[in-house]
């Protein structure tokens, strides 16, 4: 009776010893038993009622994880299935199935909503017949949400750096390609400028002297976009909103482009309420209108005309500038604004851009909390968009 009694507590001492064990596991454990006549069927599997399976034990972690209580589980023994995000459920039965099938490991992560929260679990169990021809597994479950949250900041920020990787490689092919095509211009015509002076040909002189001019403004337009760009991705373009007048701010810009207009007869119209007044960095304001008009003038046709436009809104400005130019299909609407597809087209009257132009105020825009867009139909014209939000 003694011996008894001795061994009696021991085993009492070693249930005690394993409950503890399991209550302290920061992983939830279960052991699960899966009926013979269920376990490759599909829809048992599909099914929380007449479920393939129940659980005949489980940590309290196991419940802490589903949010659940052990009689759920009881009342509903596939209750598991109710739980996974739908789209993974596929994923679920298809693994339990093999699992049971070939009595190989169960391993599985996925989403499962929580009292109206997605978190994502993960599965591990080994398989163990029993006399019956039941399966028993015994496993672990995790809470892997913290985990896949970082896993996802990791491939967001790889995709940004791949991103940004692919950029300076564009930024990089602009400066090689686009500032070498007007210096060698520059420099071979100024070679012939030389040879035309020695000949006083005066007509050769003017000719060459004008390209070379023309070279020279593009040079300095795709430096000053591409410094502008630089300066603004490598966190050295202070962003310094200000209240200012629009009309007023602008007025320099339509004198910038006065002789290049009038050279193309092209009448530019502007469209302000009075006194309209927008907070948002001034220099990078001018900068967005100075490209969007120089392009509407460079794909504008002689005699055509642009309108230059802002309407006020509840809770935003709209900018506007339209032309009736030569427009832009439909494919190459949607690559404008970015650098990945960012080219030069050549204008009506065979002028040349930077390349930079748009992509630069897409990222002007942007900072100050705006969106740009276009509008366009091959012949007729485009009209480019931007909204400023109302501070």
């Given at each position: 009776m003694k011996k008894n009694n001795t061994c009696k507590a021991e085993l009492i001492k070693e249930q005690a010893l394993y409950s503890d064990l399991a209550a302290a596991l920061p992983a939830g454990i279960y052991r699960l038993r899966v009926f013979r006549d269920k376990s490759t069927l599909d829809e048992k599997w599909a099914n929380s009622s007449d479920s393939a399976s129940k659980i005949e034990f489980a940590n309290d972690r196991f419940y802490e994880i589903l949010q659940m209580n052990r009689s759920d589980f009881e009342i509903v023994p596939g209750i598991i299935i109710d739980l996974i995000c739908e789209e993974d459920k596929a994923s679920f039965i298809k693994k339990n199935v093999e699992a049971n099938k070939n009595l190989i490991p169960f391993s599985?992560?996925?989403?499962?909503?929580?009292?109206?929260?997605?978190?994502?679990?993960?599965?591990?169990?080994?398989?163990?017949?029993?006399?019956?021809?039941?399966?028993?597994?015994?496993?672990?479950?995790?809470?892997?949400?913290?985990?896949?949250?970082?896993?996802?900041?990791?491939?967001?920020?790889?995709?940004?750096?791949?991103?940004?990787?692919?950029?300076?490689?564009?930024?990089?092919?602009?400066?090689?390609?686009?500032?070498?095509?007007?210096?060698?211009?520059?420099?071979?015509?100024?070679?012939?400028?030389?040879?035309?002076?020695?000949?006083?040909?005066?007509?050769?002189?003017?000719?060459?002297?004008?390209?070379?001019?023309?070279?020279?403004?593009?040079?300095?337009?795709?430096?000053?976009?591409?410094?502008?760009?630089?300066?603004?991705?490598?966190?050295?373009?202070?962003?310094?909103?200000?209240?200012?007048?629009?009309?007023?701010?602008?007025?320099?810009?339509?004198?910038?482009?006065?002789?290049?207009?009038?050279?193309?007869?092209?009448?530019?119209?502007?469209?302000?309420?009075?006194?309209?007044?927008?907070?948002?960095?001034?220099?990078?304001?001018?900068?967005?209108?100075?490209?969007?008009?120089?392009?509407?003038?460079?794909?504008?046709?002689?005699?055509?005309?642009?309108?230059?436009?802002?309407?006020?809104?509840?809770?935003?400005?709209?900018?506007?500038?339209?032309?009736?130019?030569?427009?832009i299909s439909q494919k190459r609407i949607q690559e404008i604004f970015h650098l990945d597809y960012g080219c030069s087209t050549k204008g009506t009257n065979n002028e040349k851009g930077t390349g930079m132009g748009l992509i630069l105020c897409k990222d002007f825009v942007e900072t100050n909390q705006g969106t740009i867009w276009a509008e366009s139909k091959l012949g007729r014209g485009s009209t480019f968009y931007f909204t400023l939000p109302k501070i």
């Open positions: 599985w992560e996925g989403r499962v909503v929580v009292h109206g929260n997605l978190n994502w679990i993960h599965f591990h169990s080994i398989p163990r017949v029993v006399e019956n021809g039941d399966i028993i597994w015994t496993g672990t479950l995790q809470d892997i949400t913290e985990r896949k949250k970082e896993e996802l900041e990791i491939i967001l920020k790889n995709e940004e750096l791949h991103k940004l990787n692919n950029e300076r490689a564009k930024f990089l092919s602009i400066i090689a390609h686009d500032l070498k095509t007007p210096f060698n211009s520059i420099i071979s015509f100024s070679e012939f400028l030389l040879s035309e002076i020695e000949k006083q040909n005066v007509e050769k002189i003017e000719y060459y002297g004008r390209i070379i001019l023309e070279s020279s403004t593009r040079a300095m337009d795709l430096l000053k976009n591409l410094m502008e760009w630089a300066q603004l991705h490598t966190g050295r373009l202070l962003f310094n909103p200000q209240l200012f007048d629009i009309e007023s701010s602008l007025e320099e810009t339509f004198l910038l482009f006065e002789n290049v207009a009038k050279e193309k007869s092209i009448v530019i119209k502007k469209i302000f309420p009075p006194h309209l007044k927008v907070f948002a960095d001034k220099a990078m304001f001018i900068t967005i209108f100075r490209n969007l008009i120089s392009n509407a003038i460079k794909f504008t046709h002689n005699g055509g005309e642009i309108i230059v436009s802002a309407q006020e809104h509840e809770n935003s400005f709209l900018f506007c500038v339209q032309d009736n130019g030569i427009g």
